[in-house]
């Protein structure tokens, strides 16, 4: 399945609940044409978006905004193509931050977001171009940029071992949700789809939390 061919999936019903704006998906398709056109050498004419659009990113954090990405991308079904840290979209996260593929991409996806986020809101990215887990958590440490508790936006790490975004607080139980790339749902290991999923059950005891806008 070709990222050009991708159409997008109703928006999660949680993004009001979450406090974000749903962006038009009409909109967000046609900036993910653009950044593959883009990546692929291709110029484009078309200018993104529109007043509206322009007037709906003026509400919105960097970090808001790369939530709504995120999830927008999430519904869009974003997978591997074998388990392999490969895919169509997948290789456009890895391309534009590293540009090694077949690596290890949650937070290669989390920056992607907040790249596009930065990018769209004509503002700095406020997340360093470090990808792994535990090394962008040392640099949150030493930046003093960690929290104790996890709010909309806060960029996670588990375990010094993986990533992905918070779309909302802790909840019962101690688990708060979130959105991340680069891991699976509602299988075991040996029967997962790797992708972008949006999940409701990170335990927070286990994570270490960035607040970086």
Not at 44 to 54: I, N
Not at 60 to 79: H, K, N
Not at 109 to 133: D, T
Not at 146 to 164: I, N, Q
Request: glycine share 8%.
């Amino acid at each position: 399945m070709s990222s050009s061919s991708l159409s997008y999936a109703t928006p999660p019903s949680d993004f009001a609940s979450a406090g974000l704006a749903v962006i038009a998906p009409a909109m967000l398709l046609k900036d993910r044409q653009a950044d593959t056109a883009s990546s692929a050498g291709i110029k484009t004419l078309e200018a993104r978006g529109t007043a509206s659009y322009a007037k709906q990113m003026a509400t919105l954090s960097i970090s808001q905004f790369a939530v709504t990405i995120a999830l927008q991308e999430a519904a869009a079904g974003v997978f591997e193509r074998a388990n392999d840290n490969r895919g169509d979209r997948v290789d456009v996260y890895q391309q534009s931050t590293s540009g090694v593929l077949g690596e290890a991409w949650c937070l290669k996806f989390v920056y992607w977001c907040f790249e596009q986020a930065a990018r769209r809101l004509n503002a700095k990215n406020p997340m360093p171009a470090i990808f792994g887990a535990a090394q962008f958590e040392a640099w949150a440490k030493s930046a003093n940029k960690l929290v104790a508790t996890p709010a909309l936006g806060d960029v996670f790490v588990k375990e010094s071992r993986h990533g992905g975004l918070v779309t909302g607080p802790t909840i019962a139980g101690g688990t708060f949700p979130s959105v991340e790339g680069n891991t699976w749902a509602k299988s075991d290991f040996a029967h997962r789809r790797e992708g972008v999923y949006a999940l409701q059950n990170e335990k927070a005891a286990r994570c270490t939390f960035a607040r970086l806008a």
